[in-house]
C-alpha cells in the first residue's frame, strides 16, 4: 500500500489540486462551528467587512462596491449579466473555454442578444477581429470576457480588451472567478463596469458565495434590467444600502468563513502575496513535470499560476483512471481535462497550498509511472 504524504493536510483529506472548491485553511472551516441567526448583528457586521474590503483587491476605490449574491459562481455571473445586460442590450461574448460557453447559454435563456467571438481554447481573442466587431456592429451595448479561463488556464488580455471596450464606449462585464485575489486586476483602469468572482477560489474560503465588484454608477443605471427575482444584483443592493440585510437567506457560516479567509489573505499580502505563492507553486509544477517528461498545453506567456492543462500521453501503458486513482491514494486529487482541442488532464496550483505540496504531488506522480510501467510521456500527434 502506498503511504500517505507525510505532510498531509491537517485534516486528513487529500491536498485538491483543483480551480474550486479548493484547499482551505483549518481556521477557516474551525469557524463554522457556531449558529448564527441571519439578523444577528455580528453576522451582519462581519458581512459589511466583507463587502467593504473586496473592493480594495482589484484597487476599487469609493467608486465601486460589493454585490454579494447567494450561490457558486455562475450564480454571480449569471446575475452580472442578467442585470447589467439590458433586456434590450446585445453583448459581445469572448469565447475560448467552457466558461464563455456558459455565459453565452446564461445570455440564450436571458434572451439577450449575442455575438460571439470564439478562438480555440489555447489560444487567447484575435484583438483585432474584436476590434472589428466593436466598429461594426453599432448594437453592441457590452463586452464580456473571461480573466482566466480555467477550462486550460489560459490568461486572456484584460487589459487590452478592456482599451478597445473603454475606445468604442462599451461596458465591460468580466468573469474574474479563478483569477480574483491571484493576479493583479486594476478595475479602474480597465474600466471594468462589473466583475464576477467567488468565495471558493483564489480567497480560499469554502463554497456557497458569489459577488460582484460593481461600479456603483453603472449599478444605478441597472434598476428593471433583471428577468430574475433572485438574481436582480440591484434589487440585492438596494436591500443592503436600506437594512444591511439578504433579501433570502444567506449562507451564513459559508459567510464568516470567507470572513476569516479574507482576514488570511490580507495577511499573507494580499493580491501581491497570494499572487506569489501560486506563482511559485506554478513554477514548481511545470518545472517537475517537464524534467518528467509531461508536455503543458500551453506556452509559458499564456499560462496563469491558477490551474495547468498536461497533455495526455500516448503511451497506452498510461491510464489515467489508474493514474488519477493511485494519486487520491497518496493524498492528491488531480482534475480531468474539459477540452476539445487536446486530450489532457489538469493540475491546479491554488488553495492552502505551497512549493512543498507540489514536491510531494511530483514524487507521487514519479512513483506512479514507475508503477505502470510508462516509459514514454509524449503526448499524441
Ligand atoms: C469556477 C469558475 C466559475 C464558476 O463556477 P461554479 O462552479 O459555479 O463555482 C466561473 N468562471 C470561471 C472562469 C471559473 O473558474
Known sequence: MPSRNPAASDTGDPFLLTPGPLTTSRRVKEVMVHDWGSRDTKF?????????????????????????????????????????????????????GAYGQRAKKICDIAGRAVVTHETAEDTPPDLGAVERLLKEDAAITHVFAVHCETTSGI?????EIGALAQKYGKHLLLDSMSAFGALALDASAVGADAIAASSNKCIEGVPGLGFVIARRAALERTEGNATTLTLDLHDQWRNFEKTGQYRFTPPIHVIVSFHQALTEFFAEGGQPGRGKRYAENCRVLIE???????EPLLPDRLQAPIIVTFRMPADPRFKFQTFYDALKERGYV???GKL??????????????????????????????????????????
Open 155 to 159: 490568461l486572456n488580455p484584460i487589459v
Open 334 to 336: 488531480i482534475y480531468p
Open 44 to 96: 451582519i457586521g462581519i458581512n459589511r467587512e466583507i463587502m467593504e474590503k473586496l473592493p480594495e483587491i482589484v484597487n476599487g476605490d469609493a467608486n465601486f462596491v460589493t454585490v454579494p449574491m447567494q450561490g457558486s459562481g455562475t450564480f454571480a455571473v449569471e446575475a452580472m449579466l442578467t442585470t447589467f445586460i439590458p433586456r434590450t442590450g446585445k453583448v459581445l461574448l469572448l469565447i475560448n
Open 288 to 294: 517537475g513535470m517537464r524534467a518528467l517528461g509531461f
Open 340 to 381: 476539445t482541442v487536446a486530450d489532457s488532464f489538469r493540475i491546479g496550483c491554488i488553495g492552502r497550498l505551497y512549493p512543498e505540496q507540489m514536491r510531494g504531488a511530483l514524487a507521487a506522480i514519479r512513483d506512479i509511472l514507475d508503477e505502470m510501467g510508462v516509459e514514454s510521456l509524449k503526448a499524441a500527434a
